[in-house]
Every structure is written in structure tokens, then in C-alpha cells.
């Protein structure tokens, strides 16, 4: 033997290695994959020194560090490996068994959430689909159709550990027909296109390398995630010169989609999010903060400032209304304009029968309140969520809305104020306090 070609999961899970450490009984290699050029067919070449062997032991060091919805780690796999003579070529045949039809009975395939009902799949393939990660398709287990009430509605699906969703296509049946029929005339959109998977030299949370073999005429490539502008793609030739830059598109509704020009070469896809930089260092800043007010307050001077008479911190107070206005239209329209009024409103009756150092407790309290209870109504249905959003509902907008408002209004709200009734000069103690003259 002379190298290892190595597929790694094209899939999230299993876990793709990263490093490994190849035994032949003789000698032992240690591989650093990402250092490794990737192959059209998006496999890495592992060059060992020349020699006789029966058994190759491939241990997995390091892998990527993907979990489940629980936070369990998922194992490390390998899609295939072939071990090659030192000319390059494969010793032994393709197992025969490849060929052979593998079935994943009604549950064990991606299940789809549609019109309030839930509905498991089955998937038959072969060893060889499997391995290779083609797109595959999965059939209902109940041909019974799915009512969906009329106007939008959401369609979700849930893959299960060991797939991904490309696509879903609804197909439109009679109710009164004795049979369904699924020609490209009856499902939404038209029938699915047929797709070529590419090879995948590196795939990180904010940088991706896609291998793209040369084409005639222009192709979209599809990452079956969510459209987002955070992504920014450029296209690279063999020669490490820059292309004209891909065309964002949006495919099926959501996922994410590049316009390729047509090339005479391979090329590498290259998607980055320039502000992740930006972003994971804004995330310092509160760590940073701390650390500064933990030195401040080691650093204070020893004078003690107990006693000392304090100035008041002093706000615009109309410009600050007016700014807490503004801020609940751009949160949330004419709707956070009457949360705005309507809160205004409560703190002067709070302020002209309880004092105004009483009613800016209050706004405090409401904020805190508000801030809480939007968040616990968020979580009871947090996105993406097969029974719908709770973002989308008014509790959790009008509970968040107000307790900002509320935030706003006490940073602005007077801490002292006679409630209506009260004598000037008396005080405002609560009944059995005392007073020193």
C-alpha cells in the first residue's frame, strides 16, 4: 500500500474527523486532514510510506465538535475509505453488497410536521446512495391525504440525526379521484430539478470552501440553510484569480442559493461572514466591562465618601419621552405607540396619588416584570417550533414592548414628588418610622 483516499460525512452527523492516526502493524502516521488538498469527488488523499501489510487501523483523534438538539456529542464516522497501491490505484473491487437495497422502515426516516398533523417516512436506497450522500427520497408511510386550511401556513420537517432536507414537494390531490397521481403537473413548483452534490474542502461556522467542477453554461449552487445577508460568496480559480462574484438567489422559498458563471476549470466557492470577526469581539466587550469596574473599585481611593451629599443625575426629560416614543413606533409600530401612552398615562396617576418617587418604583418594577414575562411566553414555543412561533403572538411583543417602554420612562421619571393631598414639608414616611430632629 502506498495511501488512504478518505470520504468524510457530507452531512452534519456523523462527525467529520479532522485528524486521525493511520496504523499499518509497522508504522504510524499521524494525518492532519484539513491540511490535506480535496478531491473533485470531495475525498482527501493520505500519502503514506510504501508498504506490506493485512490490517490498517484508522483511529479518529480530533473531530468536529457537533451535538444534538440535547447537547449530546455525536460519534465520529467515515463515509468510506479505500486503501491504494503506491501508483495511486485501488487495491481490491467495490464490494458487490453496495448494490444492495437498504430499508428504513415508517419512523426512522425525516418526519414532516404539516396542518397540525405529524407524519413519519420510510426511505429505501442503496449501501451505495448511502455512502455516497446522494439526495434520496423519502415517501409518507400513510397515502392518506393532509387538509391545510386556505392562505399561508407553515411546513416543516424534522431529518432525524442521520439526513438533511433539500427539498419538499407538496402535491395537490383531488379529494373525489380514486387515485393520486404525482406528475410534475400536480405538485407546487414543479417537480424537483435533478442536483450534483459538490466536494466540500472546508466547512466552518463562518467560512466554507465548495469545489466546483467546470460547467458550459451557468448553474445555481443550493445550501439547503436559511437565506440570510451575512453570508458573502466569491468564486476562485485554479490559479487562485478572482471570478465574477456569484449572484445570491433564494431557492424553494429559503435556502440559500449562488448563480455560478459558466467556467472552463474547477473552482472553489468561498463563503465568509465578513461581521463574524466584529461580532465574537463585541461579545468581549462584556467580560472587558466587568473587568474594568472590578479595577475601578480596587483602585478607588481610600477617602470615605459616606455622608457626602450626592448630585442628582439629571436627563432631558421631554427629549427622553419623546426618545422612549419613538423607540416603541420602531419597535412595534402604532401598537408600541399606545403601550407608550398608555404606560404614560398610569405613571402621572401613580405620580398624582403615590408620589412620583413611588410611580418610578413602579416603571422599575414594570420593566422588570414585562422583560421576564415576554421572555417566558417566548420560550414556550421558541423558533423554529413544528406547532408555530411564539414570537409571532401578541403576548410575547406586548409583554417586551412594555417593559422597555418602562425601562425608558424611569430613566426619565422624577425619584421625588408630593402625592396629590400632601402638605408641603410633611413627610412621606411610612407610618412607625421615626425622624431626629
Known sequence: MGSLR??????????????????????????????????????????????????????????????????????????????????????????AANDEPVTLACGQGPRLHAGGRVVDTEITATRRELIEGQALSAEPCDDSPVPLEAGPGEISVDPGPAFTVDTVGLVVVDPDAEETTTDPGTILGGAPQVTRAVGTGRWDASRRELVVPAAPRERVLVVPESVTPAWQARLVAEDGSELPEPRPVTVDGWKQGWVLPPTDTATTLVLTVPLDGPYRAALLTGPVALLLVLLLFLARGRRDHAGERTAAWRTNGPAAVVATAAFGFAVAGPAGVGVFAGLTAAALVASRYLGAGRARTLLVAGAAVGIVAGATLLARAPWPDPLGYAGDEWGPQVATVAGLVCAGLAATWPSAGRPRGARRGASQRWDGTSTNA
Open 6 to 95: 478518505l470520504w468524510s460525512p457530507r452531512s452534519s452527523a456523523p462527525a467529520a474527523p479532522r485528524i486521525v492516526t493511520v496504523d499499518t502493524g509497522v508504522q504510524r502516521t499521524q494525518v492532519n486532514l484539513d491540511a490535506l488538498p480535496t478531491e473533485l469527488d470531495g475525498s482527501v488523499v493520505v500519502d503514506l510510506p510504501a508498504d506490506y501489510t493485512d490490517v490498517v487501523t484508522i483511529r479518529v483523534d480530533t473531530t468536529d465538535d457537533v451535538r444534538t438538539a440535547a447537547g449530546v456529542p455525536v460519534p465520529a464516522g467515515i463515509a468510506e475509505v479505500w486503501v491504494q497501491d503506491p501508483a495511486g490505484a485501488r487495491i481490491g473491487a467495490l464490494p
